[in-house]
T-cell receptor, first 115, second 109 residues
Framework: DGGITQSPKYLFRKEGQNVTLSCEQNLNHDAMYWYRQDPGQGLRLIYYSQIVNDFQKGDIAEGYSVSREKKESFPLTVTSAQKNPTAFYLC??????????????FGPGTRLTVL | AQRVTQPEKLLSVFKGAPVELKCNYSYSGSPELFWYVQYSRQRLQLLLRHISRESIKGFTADLNKGETSFHLKKPFAQEEDSAMYYCALATGGGNKLTFGTGTQLKVEL
């Protein structure tokens, strides 16, 4: 079950520490996305990238940072500035833009707990 | 700003009964709508999209621009339909998705 992978599955960090979540895809997709999933709130977009070396803020980017140095990889850093970082984080990818290419494929998720 | 509303957190139906999961959207542009589904212990995946106008696993959804709705329907619910269903609206050139809060469908025997 390859495609899009996220690691680790569970992550624990102390308050005040930055932490980086990994997302890798071997689907040759141009676009990648990070979402945060909280109970009762659905999925909220943190950052997205439509092409290598370019990314845009989503709806809740504050306290997060990303990079897109390679097509296959889109790591998310949760910084100490994020006020409520404990959540389930989902990464996704899509071929590109437009109705034929924008189906998003999701990873298994990483559950981050900040103690 | 765009918005997707799924009014029901939980919908419980009996096997064989009709199912309707409600979705309403708010968007000033031309909407592109999707239903995504997450079965227990599986990844979130696309169920259907309005431009395809197809039936997937017996589910259909029609875009009603007048009522700004994209309700998901199935005439006869099956136990395997139990899952979390998310309605989503594509904006920003089609890449950026705005999700609703989701509806948990429980099909009881």
């Amino acid at each position: 079950d390859g495609g899009i992978t996220q690691s680790p599955k569970y992550l624990f960090r102390k308050e005040g520490q930055n932490v980086t979540l990994s997302c890798e895809q071997n689907l040759n997709h141009d676009a990648m996305y990070w979402y945060r999933q909280d109970p009762g709130q659905g999925l909220r977009l943190i950052y997205y990238s439509q092409i290598v070396n370019d990314f845009q803020k989503g709806d809740i980017a504050e306290g997060y940072s990303v990079s897109r140095e390679k097509k296959e990889s889109f790591p998310l850093t949760v910084t100490s500035a994020q006020k409520n970082p404990t959540a389930f984080y989902l990464c996704a990818s899509s071929m590109g833009q437009g109705p034929s290419y924008n189906e998003q494929f999701f990873g298994p998720g990483t559950r981050l707990t900040v103690l | 700003a765009q918005r997707v509303t799924q009014p029901e957190k939980l919908l419980s139906v009996f096997k064989g009964a009709p199912v309707e999961l409600k979705c309403n959207y708010s968007y000033s542009g031309s909407p592109e709508l999707f239903w995504y589904v997450q079965y227990s212990r599986q990844r979130l995946q696309l169920l259907l999209r309005h431009i395809s106008r197809e039936s997937i696993k017996g589910f259909t959804a029609d875009l009603n621009k007048g009522e700004t709705s994209f309700h998901l329907k199935k005439p006869f619910a099956q136990e395997e339909d139990s899952a979390m269903y998310y309605c989503a609206l594509a904006t920003g050139g089609g890449n950026k998705l705005t999700f609703g809060t989701g509806t948990q469908l429980k099909v009881e025997l």
